[in-house]
């Protein structure tokens, strides 16, 4: 009896020690958090070609049911592998904006997407990394296209001269070979030869 006694003495003893313990406490225990909706981002898509080498404003509207943490901008030049980041700056009433300096806006354009945080570490994406938004970049763009066709005529030239020194090396061996067969013959061959340059 007193065996049993002790026994459930020790019990009690054992759950109130657990239950006071300043070791556990329930103010320390992380529970989950609740908000568990990702911000909402609402973006302009940009349609207009930006011109080369001037500062272009993005822009995006991002709210969120408790708090917006951040909002980033990632972007690229065109045809580039990897991104830069840029912070976007609250500008009030839920607007965040971020500047590409003119130095970076440059052809054929500027790919990008922005990404949002909440203060539950929730993240949102407006656009991808694999399939990004895209600013085209159009002016100092269009002196390049007059060059190509120089570059083309002087390889079409090139290769009009190739074959008309291999034509003018067969009609020699032609009247070479012509002329040279009667041995003390006072026949003559007579070469005539007409070119004519490509016209520009």
Known sequence: MIIRTLRYLLVYLLTLSLIYSPIIRADSLALPSTDLVAPQVLHET????????????????????????????????????????????SQGKDVYTAIISGDEMQPPGIEYYIQATDTSGNNLLHGYSFSPLVVAVTGAAAVAPAKKPLAAKSKEEKSSNKWLWIGLGVLAAAALAGGGGGGGGTDTATLSITTSEPTP
């Open 46 to 89: 940009i349609t207009e070609p930006a011109a080369p080498g001037e500062s272009h404003k993005f822009s995006a509207t991002v709210t969120d049911n408790v708090a917006v943490q951040s909002v980033t901008l990632f972007y690229r030049t065109k045809g580039t592998q990897s991104y830069k980041r840029k912070p976007m700056v």
